[in-house]
């Protein structure tokens, strides 16, 4: 039973364009949502977090929305980069203050931005 | 400042062989991940530890699979005897709990078992 989906294994985008990555999720219980990015041959690198205390976090090219009453999240990528092109991994963590820091990770979704 | 190290980078070995993983996690961190990806399953935790001590092993696949650490610096995977099913990448993170969830990731060991 999956509780975090990207339900797009794979994306392809323009250099300059917006890159829209979504995720969904199932357990109300989580409060706390990360992506992350991955290389090839390396591990993933944190890009950018959200708490459910909020509906949206901004980074530089990097925007989180969260719409907790859907369960969905989405990170905007603008514009975008060929060195963006990588696996993207949406992670759940909660509740917090339960004292654990697990994350539930997406099977993330592949992007790739076209120069 | 050195990042989560994870050694070997490569492992190739014959079914029924013992394996052994290996990771050091950042210095300051307290808590220790272990990680299974697999094109399948995707990103799935095996088991973690707080404070040397592990807190949810329910990821573990099977008996075969075993982790300790020992100390702050150090944690081992292993799986005896190894099956070709265990084929796939695993990697190590670590945080720092009472911080934010972010978790930092290793290299990752490439496994494959024939």
């Known amino acids: 039973d999956q509780q975090v989906k990207q339900n797009s294994p794979s994306l392809s985008v323009q250099e300059g364009r917006i890159s829209i990555l979504n995720c969904d999720y199932t357990n109300s219980m989580f409060d706390y949502f990360l992506w992350y990015k991955k290389y090839p041959a390396e591990g993933p690198t944190f890009l950018i977090s959200i708490s459910s205390i909020k509906d949206k976090n901004e980074d530089g090219r990097f925007t989180v929305f969260l719409n907790k009453s859907a369960k969905h999240l989405s990170l905007h990528i603008v514009p975008s980069q060929p060195g963006d092109s990588a696996v993207y991994f949406c992670a759940a963590s909660g509740p917090s203050g339960a004292g654990s820091y697990q994350l539930t990770f997406g099977k993330g979704t592949k992007l790739s931005v076209i120069p | 400042d050195a990042g989560v190290i994870q050694s070997p980078r490569h492992e190739v070995t014959e079914m029924g062989q013992e394996v052994t993983l290996r990771c050091k996690p950042i210095?300051?961190?307290?808590?220790l991940f272990w990680y299974r990806q697999t094109m399948m399953r995707g990103l799935e935790l095996l088991i973690y530890?707080?404070?040397?001590?592990?807190?949810?092993d329910s990821g573990m696949p099977e008996d075969r699979f075993s982790a300790k650490m020992p100390n702050a610096s150090f944690s081992t995977l292993k799986i005896q005897p190894s099956e070709p099913r265990d084929s796939a990448v695993y990697f190590c993170?670590?945080?720092?709990?009472?911080?934010?969830?972010?978790?930092?990731f290793g290299p990752g060991t490439r496994l494959t078992v024939t």
């Open positions: 530890f707080n404070n040397n001590v592990p807190i949810d």
């Open positions: 210095s300051g961190h307290n808590s």
């Open positions: 993170a670590s945080t720092r709990t009472g911080g934010s969830y972010e978790q930092y």
